[in-house]
Each structure stands twice: as structure tokens, then as C-alpha cells.
């Protein structure tokens, strides 16, 4: 089974700190995912990886960066935390072997981040 | 661009009825995937299904089943009996890129109460 983790389950910060949100998955997966879940606007993909420090925007990037030192991990950093990024925090991971053109995306239980 | 529509904000029903959530897509593409994921309340989406475009085969799965209907964009899942455990929210979601970048709808809440 895959199995996609993330460090916290809930995190609070204030704003302006900088906030780290860790994935980490163990099926060798070449892409890695990180949406932001918000109440009447389901899930909206914030960046993406395709490989080691590779990585893509999403459609809602601003305020985010991102991080793949490594295959299996890829990091979500808020580098100066503001009240409108209180939301839950979803990291997805697929395989997309070469040459397809679909697969799966395998999901981790979430991140739910409060910015007071 | 690519559109994913569940206009069904929550949907109540009672222990052993049957419930059918919508999904209506938007894309130009003619190859595409259609997937329906699970979100219970501990948070982790859940994979149910992946249908590709050229696959208009209705499918039926113990108690769930989709069907898929090019023709008006649709592709709606429904909840055979339902029962309490079913209670959570349902996504919809397209897939169309090399990418393997899904757009998802807004998601239905289904409250099942016994």
C-alpha cells in the first residue's frame, strides 16, 4: 500500500512566522503534490513535483514555496504566515510512469494550519 | 480550461436510501480521466474510481456504482443503501495534463443518519 505521511496533523503559528509542512512518501513515486482545501472550493493545487528540485506552480502558488531535495519528500513553506492561510493542507503523491498518461494520486490525512 | 462542477453542497439522507452526487466536467481535451475520491471525516482522501474518456462503460462496485455519459459531460455516483459509514465528503476530480494534475470539484458532503 502507499503511504503518504505528513508531519503535523494541526499546526497554529502566528503571522509572519515561517512555517514548514512536511510530506513524505515510501512507494518511490516521481510526483508530489501539495493543495490547500478551503470550505466551498474544494482542493486547489498550490505547487507540484515532477522530480528532485524540479517543481511547478499551481494555480494558487503566491505566499507558498516549495522544496524536493529528495524523491520521497517534498516540503511546503509558508515564508511569512498570514491569517488567510489558515486552511487544511493536503500533499498527494503519484507515479505517472513514463510514457502515461494517467495515474492515481495517493493523498496524506492533512495538515490543518491556524494562523492567529 | 478545465472545470469541475459538484453542485451539490450536502445531500441528507436516511440509513438504506439510495443517494446520487453529480459531477459535470468542462475540458476540450478528447483524452481524459475522471476520478472519484472519499473524504472522511479523519481527513485522508480516499481513491474510489478512474475512468478514461474512451471508456463509457457504467461501472458497479459493491454498493457503489458511476456513470459516465460523454454526451451531457457527466460522470455521477451513486450510493446503493446507504449507511453511516458512507457519511463524508465525495470529490469529483479531471485529470487531463502529462502532468498528471488533477482539477477537483468543490466537493458534496453526505450525511447519513440511521
Known amino acids: 500500500d502507499v503511504k503518504v505521511t505528513q508531519s503535523s496533523r494541526y499546526l497554529v503559528k502566528r503571522t509572519g512566522e515561517k512555517v514548514f509542512l512536511e510530506c513524505v512518501q515510501d512507494?518511490?513515486?516521481?510526483?508530489m503534490f501539495w493543495y490547500r482545501q478551503d470550505p466551498g472550493l474544494g482542493l486547489r493545487l498550490i505547487y507540484f513535483?515532477?522530480?528532485?528540485?524540479?517543481?511547478e506552480k499551481g494555480d494558487i502558488p503566491e505566499g507558498y514555496s516549495v522544496s524536493r531535495e529528495k524523491k520521497e519528500r517534498f516540503s511546503l513553506i509558508l515564508e511569512s504566515a498570514s491569517t488567510n492561510q489558515t486552511s487544511m493542507y493536503l500533499c498527494?503523491?503519484?507515479?505517472?510512469?513514463?510514457?502515461?498518461?494517467?495515474?492515481?494520486?495517493?493523498f496524506g490525512p492533512g495538515t490543518r494550519l491556524t494562523v492567529l | 480550461a478545465q472545470k469541475v462542477t459538484q453542485a451539490q453542497t450536502e445531500i441528507s439522507v436516511v440509513e438504506k436510501e439510495d443517494v446520487t452526487l453529480d459531477c459535470v466536467y468542462e475540458?476540450?481535451?478528447?483524452?481524459?480521466?475522471l476520478f472519484w475520491y472519499k473524504q472522511p471525516p479523519s481527513g485522508e482522501l480516499v481513491f474510489l474510481i478512474r475512468?478514461?474518456?474512451?471508456?463509457?462503460q457504467n461501472e458497479i462496485s459493491g454498493r457503489y456504482s458511476w456513470n459516465f455519459q460523454k454526451s451531457t459531460s457527466s460522470f455521477n455516483f451513486t450510493i446503493t443503501a446507504s449507511q453511516v459509514v458512507d457519511s463524508a465528503v465525495y470529490f469529483c476530480?479531471?485529470?487531463?495534463?502529462?502532468?498528471?494534475?488533477?482539477?477537483f470539484g468543490a466537493g458534496t458532503q453526505v450525511v447519513v443518519t440511521p
Open positions: 513535483s515532477y522530480d528532485v528540485k524540479m517543481k
Open positions: 498527494a503523491s503519484s507515479l505517472l510512469p513514463q510514457g502515461a498518461t494517467t495515474d492515481t494520486q495517493y
Open positions: 475540458t476540450r481535451d478528447t483524452t481524459y480521466y
Open positions: 475512468r478514461n474518456s474512451f471508456d463509457e
Open positions: 512507494m518511490d513515486h516521481e510526483n
Open positions: 476530480a479531471l485529470q487531463t495534463d502529462s502532468w498528471g494534475k488533477f482539477q
